[in-house]
């Protein structure tokens, strides 16, 4: 056998072993900065060498254990102190004067994101994210408690068997700049569990105020312990790695932009973490053979009024209905971008712009991105392979075009370039539908517009996110994330006649 030791230092040009048979090269700057007590994540999909210093690590270790603790003591507290910590927690949001730091903090970090040309559009805590974040919590605190629920029984002759659900355990989040995904994921809190944030740099600011103005003045009237939520304070991207790779996590989730949510999940399974993915999404709208030109504009128009995951990204139309459906898309986009007062981006699949008019490729927009206004053409062609692309507009809607034989065409290119979230018909045919169904590689489908694939819109349940099918589907759950999905089941045995045996 083999000798363990610990790894004190690496050179330049080491070799690093990854997925048994390949080897990725120490760099000089990974070299220069590793010192002896940090730690290295080698990524085995790809041979990513991450770096967590030891002080990083330090503090994630110190947080996680907090959480454990945290944990074991919430199952010594009541149902009713759960739904007061939400009661209170809502509370000192709604209070101006409890508020009125945390909204500083923010505008302190929107000011800062803006000054290094980051995007803004999910990081300002607007009064609608205020109120949707008193909501939530809200709708947490009354929310039926089911830390020890029986969910199911089998009756034996003197005994049986209860099926119980109760809590997981502790639950790591590491997100993007969104405040409200703060208040969001304390969810957990509810069925028993505990949880450990780990947020973007640019919303960090916002994340300490809201810990120290509310969040922690909550648990503490509440009578929970404080370990029960954890911030990592580090603004750190190897702190994440760091969370990741505990395995004293019972489940970690990730929100974000997709290749980091993806390097983030290849940590956390590679260390024996179960993991919930929410980043990529970009939704597919797909016109049937009788699509009606005028419920194909308003599909489009309401798909586009935002940019987060479950918006419009790919509409397909096919061949024999384009001359009459295209203009619908178009004015559906041109509606969309009207309503927030922007102009609209449309990238055509190459071997489709002989169906969009010439003009659209020549005619130039002004294009808000997060680094200020472009001008650009409204149309520009790309290859098929583009189709793979989620278009992460500011204010300016954007969207691929392509055209398809038919909608089995369309199906097959969802089901290769999209990340396998939503995908619409728009068809009077129910046979089609069923056959879209069918065909299409998808946790969520509908008809029409694609903005209802939301926990708390749809399914009127507080939500901590939305997984797609990119990595695979999910084991014995929807692909919505929700508070009472973050659950165990035990088995218990109930006797009634102690002369039973095997």
Do not use: K
């Given at each position: 056998m083999s000798e363990i030791g610990h790894l004190t230092s690496l050179t330049a040009g080491q070799q690093i072993v990854f997925g048994g048979d390949r080897v990725a090269t120490v760099d000089a700057e990974l070299a220069g900065a590793f010192r002896e007590g940090d730690r290295l994540v080698v990524v085995q999909s790809d041979g990513a060498l991450l770096h967590i210093a030891a002080a990083e690590h330090a503090l994630v270790d110190a947080a996680v254990t907090a959480a454990a603790d945290g944990f074991a003591g919430l199952a010594g507290c009541s149902d009713e102190a759960i739904s007061e910590f939400f009661d209170r927690f809502a509370t000192l949001l709604a209070d101006d004067g409890a508020f009125e730091p945390i909204a500083a903090a923010n505008r302190g970090d929107v000011e800062q994101a803006?000054?290094?040309?980051?995007?803004?559009?999910?990081?300002?805590?607007?009064?609608?994210?205020?109120?949707?974040?008193?909501?939530?919590?809200?709708?947490?605190?009354?929310?039926?408690?089911?830390?020890?629920?029986?969910?199911?029984?089998?009756?034996?002759?003197?005994w049986r068997v209860e099926a119980r659900r109760a809590p997981l355990g502790i639950v790591g989040f590491v997100f993007e700049g969104r405040p409200n995904v703060f208040a969001d994921a304390c969810g957990v809190v509810r069925t028993g569990n505990s949880v450990v944030f780990r947020i973007g740099s640019d919303a960090l600011g916002t994340a300490r105020a809201i810990v120290e103005h509310?969040?922690?003045?909550?648990?503490?009237?509440?009578?929970?312990?404080?370990?029960?939520?954890?911030?990592?304070?580090?603004?750190?991207?190897?702190?994440?790695?760091?969370?990741?790779?505990?395995?004293?996590?019972?489940?970690?989730?990730?929100?974000?932009?997709?290749?980091?949510?993806?390097?983030?999940?290849?940590?956390?399974?590679?260390?024996?973490?179960?993991?919930?993915l929410h980043g990529t999404g970009g939704a597919w709208v797909v016109a049937g053979e009788t699509a009606a030109p005028a419920t194909l504009e308003r599909v489009v128009r309401h798909s586009l009024d935002r940019k987060v995951c479950n918006t419009l990204n790919v509409c397909a139309v096919p061949a024999r209905r384009a001359a009459e459906l295209i203009p619908s898309v178009l004015a559906g986009l041109e509606a969309a971008a009207e309503g927030r007062s922007a102009s609209p981006r449309l990238h055509v699949v190459a071997g489709s712009?002989?169906?969009?008019?010439?003009?659209?490729?020549?005619?130039?927009?002004?294009?808000?991105?997060?680094?200020?206004?472009?001008?650009?053409?409204?149309?520009?062609?790309?290859?098929?392979?583009?189709?793979?692309?989620?278009?992460?507009?500011?204010?300016?809607?954007?969207?691929?075009?392509?055209?398809?034989?038919?909608?089995?065409?369309?199906?097959?290119?969802?089901?290769?370039?999209?990340?396998?979230?939503?995908?619409?018909?728009?068809?009077?045919?129910?046979?089609?539908?069923?056959?879209?169904?069918?065909?299409?590689?998808?946790?969520?489908?509908?008809?029409?517009?694609?903005?209802?694939?939301?926990?708390?819109?749809?399914?009127?349940?507080?939500?901590?996110g939305l997984s797609n099918w990119q990595g695979g589907r999910m084991l014995g759950r929807g692909a919505v994330l929700s508070g009472d999905s973050v659950h165990t089941v035990r088995y218990r045995a109930v006797v009634a006649d102690h002369s039973t045996h095997r």
């Open positions: 803006r000054d290094r040309g980051r995007s803004t559009t999910r990081l300002e805590l607007s009064a609608t994210m205020r109120a949707d974040m008193i909501a939530g919590l809200h709708g947490w605190r009354d929310t039926s408690a089911t830390r020890d629920v029986v969910v199911g029984e089998i009756a034996h002759p003197g509310a969040l922690r003045p909550a648990l503490h009237a509440a009578g929970l312990p404080e370990g029960v939520v954890q911030l990592v304070d580090s603004p750190a991207h190897s702190a994440g790695h760091a969370l990741f790779s505990d395995a004293r996590l019972a489940l970690a989730v990730a929100r974000g932009s997709g290749a980091a949510v993806a390097q983030l999940g290849a940590v956390a399974a590679q260390s024996g973490v179960p993991v919930s712009e002989e169906f969009v008019p010439a003009e659209c490729f020549d005619r130039e927009v002004s294009v808000e991105r997060a680094d200020g206004a472009h001008q650009e053409r409204f149309a520009s062609t790309l290859p098929e392979a583009g189709l793979a692309t989620e278009w992460e507009w500011e204010h300016s809607p954007e969207m691929t075009l392509v055209v398809v034989d038919d909608v089995a065409h369309a199906v097959r290119l969802c089901n290769t370039y999209s990340p396998h979230f939503t995908a619409s018909l728009v068809s009077d045919d129910d046979a089609e539908h069923d056959r879209f169904y069918a065909g299409v590689d998808a946790p969520f489908v509908g008809n029409g517009f694609t903005r209802w694939v939301d926990g708390q819109y749809a399914l009127g349940a507080p939500e901590l």
